[in-house]
């Protein structure tokens, strides 16, 4: 099976689905992770920190992140942010990852409130038609949401998993991107902590009886 990840910053695949992408590369499956954005272009920088030395320490967060998950099939493009203004590149971009012909895409739920998450979903969306492409394995589209979660509801596919999938590899994936650890300080109510993580995994996995669960809206299906 072919598995497609396509998130907007490096750290919101972790969040968003990174025990879908550990389960999936234990059962053998080929896991292609695409992030659009290079996740540093919105934030503020001390002085003694350039921007191209926070690009490239985000990039290699997200490479550590990658091998804790078991992915080394990695397309990293480094759009500079705010993305909602480059949707034809970000299509483009997606039409092209789409020639690894996946049987599943993990991406941004749209009704996310952040533009860029919301863009990307958009965009994957437009690009995932069915009708419109011939697509020889996709089944299905799965939106994953990025703490803090508005909107629940949407949620009503749920995988569930084990302490060692949530400790050993979603959170200490999520604990290799140090500058964002370093942007949450201790604000312990911040929804990103590790420890709300596990919270919020808890609740889902619950949904359907199991230790610890991640949650998605199905954007798209295919039934034949
Ligand atoms: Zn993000």
């Not at 290079?38 to 091998?67: L, N, T």
């Not at 300080?185 to 995994?201: I, K, Y």
């Amino acid at each position: 099976m072919r598995i497609l990840v396509i998130a907007s910053h490096p750290d919101d695949e972790t969040l968003g689905c990174g025990a879908q992408i550990a389960l999936h590369r234990d059962a053998g499956d080929d896991v292609r992770v695409a992030v659009v954005a290079d996740g540093v272009s919105g934030y503020k920088w001390s002085r003694e920190q350039s921007i191209v030395k926070a690009r490239q320490r985000r990039k290699d967060e997200f490479m550590a992140a990658m091998e804790i998950l078991g992915v080394s099939d990695i397309v990293y493009l480094g759009l500079v942010e705010p993305l909602f203004l480059k949707q034809q590149a970000v299509k483009s971009f997606v039409r092209e990852l789409l020639a690894f012909d996946p049987h599943a895409v993990y991406t941004h739920m749209p009704t996310d409130r952040d533009d860029d998450h919301k863009m990307v979903a958009q965009s994957v969306l437009i690009e995932t038609r069915f009708w419109a492409r011939p697509f020889a394995s996709l089944e299905a589209v799965y939106g994953f949401p990025i703490p803090p979660v508005n909107d629940t509801s949407r949620l009503t596919v749920v995988r569930g998993f084990h302490v060692e999938t949530m400790e050993r590899r979603k959170i200490a994936a999520w604990n290799c991107y140090v500058s964002e650890q370093e942007r949450i300080g201790d604000r312990v109510h911040h929804p990103r902590t590790g420890p709300n993580l596990r919270s919020q995994a808890h609740v889902w996995g619950s949904w359907i009886g199991q230790p610890y669960g991640e949650a998605f809206e199905p954007l798209a299906a295919r039934v034949s």
